[in-house]
């Protein structure tokens, strides 16, 4: 008698493989954020690392959970490094360990862990952040800020003082709030062409921050990590209510390239609403979910409270995940769809 071997198709794909591809796309952008502002970025990274490796061990110890196993699979990390990444790089150390605790011991492990959670960690992490610490949320570094290591991870470390004169808006906030100010007597053109600030088309340095994640997502298509639906729904959702007001007013609204090479559009396009667990699933499921975080985004950058909208607009999509899953579920291969 002899055995055979059932004709089953074993992928070559595991968690731990999926996100150190992840991050492997994260570098270009990283690159470039230590190219635009020095290497406080960096020593931010590891910080966060560190706090959600340790809350993770802890969380799995109290659960029960094999250490092993899911402190290496690198879910853990992506989700550190995307709350520093999101987060002002010269921030204090303890606000980016607050942003890692809460990224994984409340949004992740207080749902039930990895493939679990509802809610994107380091969305939840940048909004419970930017609501309770406002201030220290907005600092980013001034444009032109010229220092050294050792001055920026003394800022980092609370052993040297913070002054305003390190801080500075960024192209969104500045866009705004020049527009909010001069009450239309000021328009987008002029501000976009006379302000340092604004760079080349969306900001100084920052098109290529962006530029660093637009190669990394496309990478992370190529090797299907991700597929196309999400991340090119969330750029025609930001784009195109961009665009329309942008043809009716140009001088009030800034044109749709600004604003996807601008904050974190295309961070979040390709690192964030492509999240298999807390995005939708299904195939129109994942276009309805991107446009529509996508065009959230844009009202609330434009027209909220906040320079920047793409945590919040993912958070709220979340919210509604269920429900577009349940009415965007393909019909059963065989069997006709109801009437």
Same mark, same amino acid.
């Given at each position: ?59 799995? %110890?109290? %659960? ?105 808006? /960024? ?5 705004? /709030? ?25 900001? %100084? ?18 090797? %299907? ?55 939708? /699933? ?58």
């Amino acid at each position: 008698m002899s055995w055979s071997t059932p004709p089953y198709l074993l992928a070559d794909v595991s968690v731990r493989r999926v996100m150190l591809q992840v991050l492997l796309a994260l570098l270009p952008g990283i690159a470039a954020y230590v190219w635009l502002i020095g290497p406080a970025i960096i020593l931010q990274l590891a910080i966060a690392t560190l706090a959600a490796l340790l809350a993770e061990a802890l969380l799995l %110890r109290l %659960r029960g959970r094999p250490l092993l196993l899911f402190l290496t699979d690198g879910s853990a990390i992506v989700t550190a490094w995307l709350v520093a990444l999101a987060f002002p790089p010269l921030s204090p150390w303890w606000l980016t360990v607050v942003g890692a605790l809460f990224a994984i011991v409340v949004a992740k492990h207080l749902y039930g862990g990895l493939g679990q959670n509802p809610f994107n960690p380091a969305m939840i992490a940048f909004a419970a952040c930017i609501v309770s610490f406002p201030a220290l949320m907005s600092q980013w570094p001034a444009l032109g800020l010229r220092l050294s290591v050792a001055e920026q991870f003394e800022i980092i470390a609370g052993l040297a003082p913070r002054v305003d004169a390190m801080t500075g808006a /960024t192209p969104l906030d500045a866009l705004k /709030t020049a527009l909010k100010l001069g009450d239309g007597a000021v328009d987008v053109p002029t501000l976009l062409a006379t302000q340092e600030v604004f760079g080349n088309f969306a900001g %100084r340095g920052w098109e290529w921050v962006s530029a660093g994640y637009l190669l990394g997502g496309l990478w992370l298509w190529q090797r %299907r990590i991700i597929t196309w639906q999400a991340p090119l729904a969330f750029v025609c959702g930001l784009s195109l209510p961009a665009t329309v007001l942008w043809a009716w007013n140009p001088q009030q609204f800034a044109d749709p390239l600004f604003h996807l090479f601008s904050g974190g559009s295309l961070l979040g396009a390709f690192f964030i609403v492509t999240d298999p667990v807390s995005g939708s /699933t299904t195939f129109r499921g994942k276009l309805i979910f991107g446009f529509l975080a996508g065009a959230i985004a844009y009202v609330i950058r434009v027209f909220g409270g906040y320079p920047d909208g793409v945590a919040f607009a993912v958070l709220l999509m979340n919210l509604c995940v269920p429900l577009i899953d349940m009415y965007t579920q393909p019909p059963i291969f065989g069997m006709k769809k109801p009437e």
